[in-house]
């Protein structure tokens, strides 16, 4: 998949015929996968990875292996010495590949993006920042590459050629060390049956074991009010809402955004409707990517009406889209989801 950026050591030839071919820190880079018979873009990758390995520079520093398959894969996460793992953030679901190779002892050296993102643990493994630096993905990659370059030649080849007067490269083999004992049990399926169980099988079973007890007391009583809700949503009404104009006046650091929003609940209390202010980037008035949220807090009611207000400090400076939303709120909702109202201001 071209997502992989397989062509990323490659950015810069002469510094990889220069790391590949250091007298004193040698490196060999392996190459192993196939392309769907329809996926033109990665047809090119390989056949640019070949192209590369057959020139004099390169060969037998750079190799690849054909004919992928599990036997080679199972063969190659037991075998090398480092894990390379370079996509075009956000866009690893996993790389479990990685995760398979930790268990041998294998070190990685990843973009901060899939497992990874969870997995890394410093002194365990290299890793290049989950944040973008550039939009524009020629110039990502550009500097990304220079970073990989920068860790074989400073840091992973030095890490594994310079030993002591046994012979042992003790900083290797203190990332070896910390990559079996600090990684690899949370990458188990054990832990995933641990999560699967203690986040959501033991929830859920909770949860109904509750909702059906004494007849279905607290199902009865959840089905009135959420009745009782539905028939009252669609009235509830802004009374009044005092907001800054952070588009006219950008928030300064420090600075605090201070809001109140009067709504007339039409009978329902402060303690069965929420107000959350959402911070975000709008497109034709509708936050399309969420930065943080925050609820506003229910105090003095005017004529019957409630007043929510926040004082939020902020501790990064600019110009912010926000929208008001209102929702029901209950203890015995186990999720938002569960009851999905949502009126936007």
Same mark, same amino acid.
Request: glycine fraction near 8%.
């Given at each position: 998949a071209t997502y992989k950026r397989a062509h990323l050591l490659f950015r810069d030839l002469d510094k990889l015929a220069r790391i590949v071919n250091d007298k004193d820190h040698p490196i060999q880079f392996i190459f192993a996968g196939k392309a769907h018979p329809h996926d033109g873009a990665g047809q090119g990758l390989i056949k640019r990875i070949v192209e590369v390995s057959r020139m004099p520079q390169f060969l037998g520093k750079v190799v690849f292996i054909e004919d992928y398959d599990m036997d080679l894969a199972k063969m190659l996460i037991q075998g090398v010495d480092v894990w390379l793992n370079n996509p075009t953030r956000p866009l690893e679901a996993s790389g479990t590949s990685g995760e398979k190779a930790i268990m041998n002892g294998v070190v990685n050296c990843s973009v901060l993006d899939g497992w990874w993102a969870e997995g890394y643990v410093q002194d365990a493994g290299w890793a290049l920042k989950e944040e973008r630096t550039y939009q524009n993905?020629?110039?990502q990659d550009e500097l990304d590459a220079e970073t990989l370059y920068h860790l074989f030649e400073n840091e992973i080849a030095p890490a594994f050629y310079?030993?002591?007067e046994q012979g042992i490269p003790e900083k290797w083999v203190m990332h070896m060390k910390n !990559?079996?004992?600090?990684?690899s049990p949370r990458f188990t399926m054990r832990r995933q049956l641990d999560d699967y169980y203690r986040q959501f099988y033991y929830p859920a079973f909770s949860r109904r074991k509750s909702l059906v007890e004494n007849d279905y007391e607290m199902l009865r009583k959840l089905a009135r009010w959420k009745q009782k809700v539905l028939n009252v949503w669609g009235q509830i009404e802004v009374v009044n809402i005092?907001?800054?104009?952070? !588009?006219?006046?950008?928030l300064l650091l420090t600075e605090t955004f201070s809001a109140s929003v009067l709504l007339d609940l039409k009978g329902l209390s402060s303690d069965e409707v929420g107000v959350e202010v959402v911070f975000g980037q709008k497109e034709f008035d509708v936050v399309k990517k969420i930065h943080f949220i925050e609820e506003l807090l229910p105090g003095k009611i005017h004529n019957?009406?409630?007043e929510y207000t926040c004082n939020i400090p902020f501790v990064r400076s600019g110009v912010y889209d926000y929208s008001f939303r209102v929702f029901p709120r209950n203890k015995m909702l186990k999720y938002r989801q569960d009851f999905p109202l949502v009126k936007w201001i």
């Open positions: 993905q020629d110039l310079n030993r002591n !990559t079996i004992a600090g990684i005092v907001i800054p104009d952070s !588009t006219v006046k950008p019957g009406c409630v």
